[in-house]
């Protein structure tokens, strides 16, 4: 390709947008620049005054609507094939810096390259920068940048972007690197190890609900450091902790439990617990009897749908998938009989489960009631003490 060529672009006239990069002249539609807005080509299009403009390229041409960019013309065709297919592709000859430091300036992420050459590209960044073996995979980082197209258009994308890539991509930056996490940790334990020791009786102490949800949110943590230690130790020679990974996967699954510390500092969660504390005769009978009925109904459903071609409740695993949801009420619809007789079992289904659900929820609300009733007075008069 010889410098100064022209490439034109089928369309009409007013439609096209001139862009002269490294001396190569592009005629783009407006629509395919659209279709990144947050790029720089995307917000320089998008400028009304020639000021703006020129903040954004490095010289414009008012009479030929013709803007210019001192850039490398090849990453640009890279970037422009990007704005046609919506597929970003690395060039191998280019270093991978240069190239970096390219797309950062037209505003894109290196992490929008495809599987196909991200792979590649950020193995040879890793080997220049020297980087250790133990950062975050490929495969981890294809599973977060695969998600970053959900903020394009949103309210506050960058920032939600920014968010989403501190807390899910270590190589993001040195604070997303389990930084945060870290600080968490070390808080929650400090502070539930200064409750124990100024506890009377520790063990008492530990055995109460909310202090087993600490524990419960605090410890896999820990363990994940241990077993994660003890596979670097190990290496190959232990072949009992090739699934190691797997276990530490559903360890790091019961940190949603730090969630439920909320109930520490909400009066109403505290209630809620405590009247499932003393309701839990009332609230077993409950499960009991929609057990029962569910297994009654989902028998019943089956034997009066199995003949009928049309109907999905074929097996007695989607008929108790039935008859969950008919006898709490939900009805998703995904499921429902056809014939007249399944039917009339779905219609006492329906009715059972409205009269099941309802029985115990006087006494569960009146035992919320008297909780309530019976804090409220202390709270007051703490309040009113100077």
Same mark, same amino acid.
């Given at each position: 390709?010889?410098?100064?060529?022209?490439?034109?672009? $089928?369309?009409?006239?007013?439609?096209?947008?001139? !862009?002269?990069?490294?001396?190569?002249?592009?005629?783009? #539609?407006?629509?395919?620049?659209?279709? *990144?807005?947050?790029?720089?080509?995307?917000?320089?299009?998008?400028?009304? +005054?020639?000021?703006?403009? /020129?903040?954004?390229?490095?010289?414009?041409?008012?009479?030929?609507?013709?803007?210019?960019?001192?850039?490398?013309?090849?990453?640009?065709?890279?970037?422009?094939?990007?704005?046609?297919?919506?597929?970003?592709?690395?060039?191998?000859?280019?270093?991978?810096?240069?190239?970096? $430091?390219?797309?950062?300036?037209?505003?894109?992420?290196?992490?929008?390259? #495809?599987?196909?050459?991200?792979?590649?590209?950020?193995?040879?960044?890793?080997?220049?920068?020297?980087?250790?073996?133990?950062?975050?995979?490929?495969?981890?980082?294809?599973?977060?940048?695969?998600?970053?197209?959900?903020?394009?258009?949103?309210?506050?994308?960058? #920032?939600?972007? /920014?968010?989403?890539?501190?807390?899910?991509?270590?190589?993001? @930056?040195?604070?997303?690197?389990?930084?945060?996490?870290?600080?968490?940790?070390?808080?929650?334990?400090?502070?539930?190890?200064? %409750?124990?020791?100024?506890?009377? %009786?520790?063990?008492?102490?530990?055995?109460?609900? !909310?202090?087993?949800?600490?524990?419960?949110?605090?410890?896999?943590?820990?363990?994940?450091?241990?077993?994660?230690?003890?596979?670097?130790?190990?290496?190959?020679?232990?072949?009992?902790?090739?699934?190691?990974?797997?276990?530490?996967?559903?360890? %790091?699954?019961?940190?949603?439990?730090?969630?439920?510390?909320?109930?520490?500092? +909400?009066?109403?969660?505290?209630?809620?617990?405590?009247?499932?504390?003393?309701?839990?005769?009332?609230?077993?009978?409950?499960?009991?009897?929609?057990?029962?009925?569910?297994? *009654?109904?989902?028998?019943?459903?089956?034997?009066?749908?199995?003949?009928?071609?049309?109907?999905?409740? @074929?097996?007695?695993?989607?008929?108790?998938?039935?008859?969950?949801? @008919?006898?709490?009420?939900?009805?998703?619809?995904?499921?429902?009989?056809?014939?007249?007789?399944?039917?009339?079992?779905?219609?006492?289904?329906?009715?059972?489960?409205?009269?099941?659900?309802?029985?115990?929820?006087?006494?569960?609300?009146?035992?919320?009631?008297?909780? *309530?009733?019976?804090?409220?007075?202390? %709270?007051?008069? @703490?309040?009113?003490?100077?």
């Amino acid at each position: 390709m010889m410098y100064g060529q022209i490439l034109h672009h $089928q369309g009409r006239e007013e439609d096209l947008i001139n !862009l002269n990069v490294g001396g190569i002249q592009h005629k783009v #539609e407006r629509c395919v620049l659209l279709r *990144f807005p947050n790029t720089r080509v995307g917000q320089l299009i998008q400028c009304c +005054s020639d000021a703006t403009i /020129l903040e954004l390229c490095d010289d414009y041409n008012p009479t030929e609507r013709e803007y210019y960019f001192d850039r490398s013309p090849q990453v640009f065709h890279c970037v422009l094939n990007f704005y046609r297919t919506g597929h970003f592709h690395a060039l191998e000859e280019l270093c991978v810096f240069y190239f970096s $430091q390219e797309i950062e300036y037209w505003g894109i992420c290196e992490l929008d390259l #495809e599987a196909c050459c991200l792979d590649w590209f950020l193995e040879r960044k890793q080997n220049a920068c020297g980087w250790s073996s133990s950062g975050p995979s490929s495969e981890d980082i294809l599973v977060v940048s695969s998600d970053l197209w959900r903020f394009e258009g949103t309210w506050c994308s960058e #920032e939600r972007k /920014l968010m989403w890539q501190t807390l899910e991509d270590p190589s993001h @930056s040195k604070f997303s690197k389990d930084s945060l996490e870290v600080i968490c940790i070390l808080f929650f334990s400090v502070e539930f190890a200064l %409750r124990v020791v100024a506890a009377p %009786r520790p063990w008492r102490f530990l055995g109460k609900p !909310l202090n087993m949800i600490d524990i419960a949110s605090i410890l896999p943590f820990y363990v994940t450091l241990a077993f994660e230690s003890l596979d670097e130790d190990d290496g190959e020679e232990n072949q009992s902790l090739v699934n190691m990974g797997k276990v530490v996967q559903v360890l %790091r699954l019961m940190r949603v439990f730090r969630v439920l510390k909320l109930a520490r500092h +909400s009066e109403g969660v505290r209630a809620f617990g405590e009247t499932l504390k003393n309701c839990h005769s009332e609230v077993g009978l409950l499960i009991l009897i929609i057990t029962v009925g569910i297994s *009654f109904f989902s028998t019943f459903i089956y034997y009066t749908e199995k003949e009928e071609a049309l109907s999905k409740l @074929s097996s007695i695993p989607v008929c108790w998938w039935w008859a969950i949801i @008919s006898m709490t009420t939900v009805g998703y619809g995904d499921v429902y009989p056809h014939t007249v007789a399944g039917r009339i079992v779905a219609t006492l289904c329906i009715l059972c489960g409205l009269l099941v659900v309802s029985f115990p929820t006087t006494i569960i609300m009146n035992t919320f009631s008297k909780y *309530f009733e019976k804090n409220t007075p202390r %709270r007051c008069l @703490s309040e009113a003490k100077p």
